[in-house]
């Protein structure tokens, strides 16, 4: 262990995201949206009535129809567009999207090299450029694929997001959409201003007085990171009677502060604003909370426990042996007393109705998944993606932190950006960063890296930490979907997200991995880009015109494989991974169960995002017509994840815990094997994938994690636990 660790050169410090973004030039703005008409276009008068007579339910509806299909993105603008881009994009980039969009794309040699059109891409027709989209998404080039992924999300987010201002899209009059302004009405009405964030907000938030010089504060132990992790240790600690400080680098919103429409609403609170990041390759998108309370902030309240496959494994292959015995369980019975967990009075909305329904004529498993919290009213769930909580004991600011600010030993900070753990003597004895641009240090005898799977193993590294499984081991429970089309409502935005569960795949191999099939919380901009894209403009608007009969069904994989997260030059999170094929086989079997599933609910169409997959119409014979058999073994056997619409809302394993050094970066306690007090209390230490949604694994983990920093600061542990 050295003594006095030097800060990491090779991991810069972490910048956060400007307060103001870049602003594109006028030839910019022209490129995007000329990018983005490919997919977004006008339809002609023809192609218009022919959806109106396929589609319109009455005059208004084929009206509203009429007014989408007069869109494109040319006309609706690239307001929505500019800020999230310009914010998440560092000014070379931004330059090189212009020359891209501008000076190559508008060039006959480029689309002759790039399209082998003789014609610029500026110059193709809009049906013509949707098809070279379509073939670019396609490539086997890398480079030539991202091009098109990005001209096709540039189209999506104009076609089905709210636009930056108060005028209405569209889109949102043909499917029953509230959009940005009526949301923003039910959170006004819904949350008194009494709500938990507010009232933390008010009685135990710091405000470091807005002057020059450094901010210098001290406590007994200092917490980085404000999700379950670090909660659960926050209000352990402080009941305890240690005085806590936690850190947060997202910012504390009070009543009606954030955004209610996509993508506003993202870039507040998660990572990287959500639909813009992405692994390295492009192939999968990776949502991870930023916000005061983390993950909880933003989660789906689904709360389950590990499997005995998985508590077995961290027992025996890495030396966690607590998991597999009683103080496992002491601590799961305790976190779910804390976090209201239950199964009491869950309201299912029509889609999860729709996978109880399918999963009973099917004899598939099928049971209600405990919630997390009391929600005001049931519709209260699908504001729970744009970070609006405000029901009983909901997320970790209205349970945990609301118990430890009550013992007075609790404090925050929030745009407290932490740059380094400080050590003396091979000991963590506080931390350095800045708050607003401000230098501050906290002193503390005990410090706890909070702050999830993509960070904590970034301030480990800032720090000097360089045990070899630092940043790696990353999990990330990839995700696809299964789309059904009804002839019913089904609005994924409405009603309380994920009551339901099956398991029927959960166990494939016979050692716990396989996939959960769970029912998603989506808004019209995650709902489009699960819609398969065959190149026709024509039919994208058709099936963005269903998107409110759409029923999207998950399978949550436990992967066996694993990635990387390493540091931008920014300090930014780079998430490297590549599904692998015993995963890539678990995750089609549980989308080919969950088309059944869909087709014994009633579903008259069920598809994948792949265009090979895109549609199989139900039959009288509904899950037993043999053509649809047919078309999910060909779907298992051709069909590749990596290229079609993978996600991850779950990173875990980047200091996982193990019985050795040379096994993991973090004791069974949560101790670093390198540092002494210096603790993980996050999904990081998970040793593989939890299987489920991780939020009471987390916590159950971090309520052990707490008891070992309470013994320490008493004095009562050794420092080889």
């Known amino acids: 262990m050295a003594v006095g660790m030097e800060e990491n050169a090779a991991f810069p410090k972490y910048e956060p995201y400007p307060a103001n973004g870049l602003k594109f030039t006028v030839e910019q703005r022209d490129a995007l949206l000329t990018a983005a008409d490919s997919l977004h276009a006008t339809l002609s008068n023809e192609d218009t009535e022919a959806l109106v007579k ?39 980039q931004i330059v090189d999207m212009g020359r891209l969009f501008g000076s190559i794309l508008p060039s006959r040699m480029a689309s002759l090299v790039l399209a082998w059109r003789l014609s610029a891409f500026t110059s193709l027709s809009p049906q013509e450029r949707c098809q070279v989209t379509l073939e670019w998404c396609n490539s086997r080039l890398a480079q030539v694929r991202k091009l098109g992924m990005l001209v096709k999300k540039l189209g999506i987010l ?17 499917i029953g959409y509230a959009g940005k302004s009526g949301f923003r009405d039910q959170i006004m009405q819904r949350l008194p201003p009494t709500h938990d964030e507010c009232q933390l ?34 209000e352990a600690i402080s009941r305890a009677g240690y005085q806590v400080i936690m850190l947060e680098k997202a910012v504390g919103h009070g009543k009606g502060d954030l955004s209610t429409g996509e993508p506003g609403a993202y870039m507040s609170v998660y990572e990287r604003g959500g639909l813009f990041f992405s692994t390295e390759d492009d192939n999968m998108a990776v949502v991870a909370g930023s916000a005061f309370g983390g993950g909880s902030a933003v989660n789906w309240h689904c709360s389950l426990d590990p499997s005995h496959h998985v508590r077995r494994e961290w027992a025996q292959e890495y030396g966690v042996t607590w998991a597999l015995g009683d103080q496992m369980a002491d601590a799961l019975a305790a976190v779910k007393e804390k976090l209201a967990v239950h199964t009491d009075g869950v309201e299912h909305n029509p889609a999860n109705t729709a996978l109880a329904e399918g999963c009973r004529k099917l004899g598939y498993h099928c049971e209600v998944a405990p919630q ?23 997320g970790v600011k209205g349970s945990l932190l609301q118990d430890a600010a009550a013992t007075g030993k609790y404090k925050f900070i929030t745009q407290a950006f932490v740059d380094r753990v400080v050590m003396s003597d091979g000991r963590a004895s506080g931390v350095e960063g800045n708050i607003a641009g401000r230098p501050f240090k906290v002193k503390a005898r005990v410090v706890i890296a909070a702050a999830g799977a993509l960070q904590s193993p970034l301030l480990l590294r800032r720090s000097g930490l360089t045990n070899q499984h630092i940043g790696k081991n990353l999990r990330l ?3 696809s979907f299964m789309r059904g089309m009804f002839d019913k409502p089904m609005k994924l935005w409405e009603g309380a997200p994920m009551t339901m569960m099956s398991r029927v795949v959960e166990d494939l191999d016979g050692n716990g991995y396989g996939a959960k099939l769970e029912i998603p919380l989506c808004h019209p901009a995650v709902i489009a880009a699960a819609i398969p894209f065959n190149g026709d403009a024509v039919d ?17 994989t436990r992967d066996t494989g694993s990635g990387s997260v390493e540091s931008d030059e920014r300090g930014w999170p780079r998430v490297k991974y590549s599904l692998n094929a015993v995963d890539r086989k678990h995750l089609l079997q549980g989308l080919a169960h969950s088309a059944r599933i869909m087709i014994a609910a009633g579903a008259k169409e069920i598809g994948w995002s792949d265009p090979k997959f895109a549609s199989h119409f139900a039959s009288a014979a509904g899950a037993a017509d043999p053509s649809l058999e047919d078309f999910l073994q060909r779907l298992c056997s051709e069909g590749d994840p990596s290229k079609f619409g993978l996600f991850s809302a779950h990173q875990m394993g980047t200091c996982r815990m193990a019985g050795s050094s040379s096994q993991g970066a973090t004791k069974p306690s949560g101790e670093t094997w390198e540092v ?4 993980v209390s996050d999904t990081s230490t998970f040793p593989t994938a939890s299987g489920s949604n991780p939020m009471i694994t987390c916590a159950a983990v971090a309520h052990i994690v707490a008891q070992k920093v309470v013994e320490r600061l008493k004095g009562n542990v050794s420092s080889r636990l």
């Open 372 to 394: 997390q919290g009391y929600p005001a009213t049931p519709d209260d769930g699908g504001l729970c993606a744009f970070g609006y909580k405000g029901g009983a004991r909901q």
């Open 477 to 479: 429970h990839p995700v």
């Open 54 to 92: 396929e589609l319109a339910r009455d005059d208004k509806h084929a009206q509203a129809i009429r007014a989408f299909c007069g869109s494109s993105a040319s006309t609706l603008g690239c307001e929505a567009l500019e800020d999230p881009l310009s914010r998440l994009l560092t000014k070379e």
């Open 676 to 679: 002494l007090d210096l603790f």
């Open 158 to 174: 104009t076609m089905a997001c709210s636009p930056a201002d108060d005028a209405r899209n569209p889109l949102f009059d043909v």
């Open 540 to 556: 994208f608007k058709r099936r963005a015109m269903q998107i409110d009969r759409t029923m999207l069904t998950i399978a949550l």
């Open 201 to 234: 907000l008010k009685t135990a938030r710091i405000m470091p007085e807005l002057e020059s010089g450094s901010i210098e504060l001290s406590c007994d132990c200092v917490i980085v990171g404000s999700g379950v992790g670090g909660s659960v240790a926050a």
